[in-house]
């Protein structure tokens, strides 16, 4: 293979990356300097389920294998793409739509989705708003590698197809090449279940990728859709994505260590600016900071959280220990009230009436009563929906994908494991006279 030297004088070669769900995914050199930054290789040490593990011991794959992952199967939808409509995607447009796969999570903070949050950020941000920073910024190893391996005038192409944009200096962008990345059935999603199957042991069915990436197309309007023989597939798909959520990304205990983690460090946050915790370096970066620029942002990652745990268990403050000394040692859960429907209106109207008898049972409600609030819209059709080659949408061909598209809701309340028996018993008699109407309560 030919050496190529490149970013601050590193050589570097085509390379393959052996992956556990695609197996071998292929790197030209250009694309190894980009994945060879200090800010790509950060998402190593980013975890893709956050708390998940806790659940799910297997489930600590991160950030870097799923967005290698993307990059894989964008090439592979380009490929299948020209290869039923030749010339559709240019070479130079196949880059940038693997490109923007390859760099769609560069932006996300430790933990992933978890701490995208002002409560833990004092400089907060989206991940999308993030990336973009890292991505522009010439004091980052990742800006400088993309704007070498593009130029400027073609790695701005690639920022206006990843903000979905029409054109970009007259030049069209059709609207699959943004669909490829972000839509109802992208190649972000397609990567992150089946890894996500994989590594938390789900058994809950699966689809074929494969099928998936054959049975689309791209209509004359420049849009996707499948070939009618494709619909199982696609059926297959949503299933997956419907019980992912409901067995995985909604499960009780990691909706619980969610909440641990970011009460922890919000709790951390206010002790630091009170000046009674001391932060590392990086933590002060996160919790304190309310000017963080990229090299910064760029510099944090789940380790320092982790690394504070002993001693934040250990801490004075009961706030701050309580939780940091369940996410340590995984002992005393909060365990959910089993009662079926809880709505989060039924929520808001039992809760002072529950936090008085967590009071009265000698626990402090402010930090043993806790709240969680499930929300899934279901699969939309219409709006950002997947179409069939007739140009309807697959919910109006099949009973299977209608039956998904409606929304779920529901509340979770968790409550000291001692008291939980009698807290539910009290909570059921509140909610049974009116489980279609509190009105009673208002």
């Known amino acids: 293979m030919e050496k190529q030297t490149g970013l601050m004088g590193m050589a570097m070669r085509d390379r393959v990356i052996r992956d556990e769900i695609h197996k071998d995914i292929f790197v030209p050199a250009a694309h190894a300097k980009i994945i060879d930054t200090r800010e790509f290789q950060r998402l190593r040490s980013i975890q893709q389920l956050s708390t998940c593990e806790y659940v799910f011991p297997a489930a600590n794959h991160n950030r870097f294998s799923h967005s290698l992952g993307a990059y894989h199967l964008a090439r592979a939808l380009v490929d299948s793409l020209n290869d039923v409509q030749p010339g559709l995607v240019s070479t130079d447009d196949a880059e940038l739509i693997q490109l923007a796969a390859l760099l769609h999570d560069i932006g996300h903070p430790p933990f992933s989705h978890l701490l995208e949050s002002p409560e833990v950020f004092a400089t907060y941000h989206s991940h999308e708003h993030w990336g973009r920073v890292l991505l522009e910024s010439t004091d980052t190893e990742v800006g400088m590698a993309l704007l070498e391996a593009l130029g400027r005038t073609r790695r701005d192409r690639l920022f206006a197809l990843l903000d979905g944009a029409s054109e970009h200096e007259g030049i069209p962008i059709p609207p699959f090449m943004?669909?490829?990345?972000?839509?109802?059935?992208?190649?972000?999603?397609?990567?992150?279940?089946?890894?996500?199957?994989?590594?938390?042991?789900?058994?809950?069915?699966?689809?074929?990728?494969?099928?998936?990436?054959?049975?689309?197309?791209?209509?004359?309007?420049?849009?996707?859709?499948?070939?009618?023989?494709?619909?199982?597939?696609?059926?297959?798909?949503?299933?997956?994505?419907?019980?992912?959520?409901?067995?995985?990304?909604?499960?009780?205990?990691?909706?619980?260590?969610?909440?641990?983690?970011?009460?922890?460090?919000?709790?951390?946050?206010?002790?630091?600016?009170?000046?009674?915790?001391?932060?590392?370096?990086?933590?002060?970066?996160?919790?304190?900071?309310?000017?963080?620029?990229?090299?910064?942002?760029?510099?944090?990652?789940?380790?320092?959280?982790?690394?504070a745990l002993p001693d934040w268990a250990e801490h004075d403050d009961s706030i701050l220990s309580h939780y940091a000394m369940r996410l340590l040692s995984r002992r005393d859960f909060h365990k959910s009230l089993r009662i079926e429907g809880l709505s989060t209106e039924m929520v808001s109207v039992v809760l002072p009436r529950l936090e008085a008898l967590v009071a009265e049972a000698g626990y402090d409600p402010n930090i043993d009563v806790i709240t969680a609030r499930i929300s899934k819209r279901?699969?939309?059709?219409?709006?950002?929906?997947?179409?069939?080659?007739?140009?309807?949408?697959?919910?109006?061909?099949?009973?299977?994908?209608?039956?998904?598209?409606?929304?779920?809701?529901?509340?979770?309340?968790?409550?000291?494991?001692?008291?939980?028996?009698?807290?539910?018993?009290?909570?059921?008699?509140?909610?049974?006279?009116?489980?279609?109407?509190?009105?009673?309560?208002?």
């Open 378 to 442: 279901g699969y939309m059709p219409y709006e950002q929906g997947i179409l069939l080659e007739d140009g309807r949408d697959a919910a109006d061909h099949s009973p299977l994908v209608r039956s998904l598209t409606q929304p779920n809701e529901r509340a979770l309340i968790f409550v000291p494991d001692a008291i939980r028996d009698e807290l539910e018993l009290s909570v059921r008699e509140w909610v049974k006279p009116s489980q279609s109407s509190l009105a009673q309560f208002e």
């Open 178 to 307: 943004k669909e490829i990345v972000s839509s109802q059935l992208d190649v972000d999603r397609m990567d992150y279940m089946v890894r996500d199957q994989a590594n938390t042991g789900a058994q809950i069915g699966g689809f074929d990728i494969a099928r998936v990436i054959r049975a689309l197309r791209v209509s004359d309007d420049g849009h996707f859709y499948v070939k009618s023989w494709g619909l199982p597939a696609i059926e297959a798909y949503l299933v997956t994505r419907y019980h992912m959520y409901h067995q995985v990304y909604f499960h009780k205990v990691n909706m619980l260590t969610q909440n641990y983690l970011v009460r922890m460090l919000s709790r951390a946050r206010a002790l630091a600016h009170d000046g009674v915790l001391s932060l590392s370096p990086s933590l002060e970066n996160m919790l304190l900071n309310s000017n963080l620029d990229a090299k910064g942002y760029a510099a944090l990652n789940d380790a320092h959280v982790r690394v």
